[in-house]
């Protein structure tokens, strides 16, 4: 079963190290963690294990996303990464069809508990395609992005073989 610990391998595969790119719009990063979204933190000396901290913190556990199925959290906890949490909520939101509040509050997760999880899993990485072909950074990072995208629909197609088949 996926846990956090793979989760946020997968998502710091993506994110490497220190990077100062005049085309991103967070500035520094340094494990996918931006200097504009932390302007406290000291982006160029953050550790590993200080990234996986502010992961679990802000983009996993406090979003909710461990209240998830485990391939659900996943996608909207790397999209949430990328993209922004409120964003990767919404698509959740979306694709489960509720109020696109960006907080996953009660009514998204009766929601997503009433749909099958790779109609919902699947759903979001849809929305998150979709967003990076309409961004007009896509010229910068689109391969990157679209990399990304399949890579995470490998990995859902494998979080989601262990689900029982459904019976009609």
């Not at 190290?17 to 005049?22: D, E, K, L, N, Q």
């Not at 996993?60 to 949490?85: E, S, T, W, Y």
């Not at 996953?104 to 009766?110: D, E, K, V, Y």
């Not at 990072?141 to 689900?163: C, H, P, Q, T």
């Amino acid at each position: 079963m996926l846990d956090w610990p793979e989760m946020v391998d997968r998502t710091l595969k993506h994110e490497g190290g220190y990077v100062f790119s005049p085309s991103d719009p967070g500035g520094q990063t340094n494990f996918g963690i931006s200097k504009r979204a932390y302007p406290s933190v000291d982006i160029q000396n953050l550790t590993r294990e200080g990234a996986i901290e502010i992961y679990r913190r802000d983009y996993f556990a406090g979003p909710g996303f461990d209240k998830l199925h485990p391939a659900i959290g996943f996608q909207v906890f790397d999209a949430g990464v990328n993209c922004g949490v409120l964003r990767s909520v919404k698509w959740l939101q979306q694709v489960v069809g509720v109020e696109q509040d960006g907080v996953l509050g009660n009514a998204t997760l009766a929601a997503v508990a009433n749909m099958p999880v790779s109609a919902v899993v699947f759903g979001v990485i849809a929305a998150r395609g979709k967003f990076y072909t309409d961004s007009p950074l896509w010229g910068a990072f689109g391969k990157g992005w679209v990399a990304r995208v399949f890579e995470n629909m490998a990995y859902a197609s494998s979080d989601l073989a262990s689900i029982p088949p459904v019976v009609a």
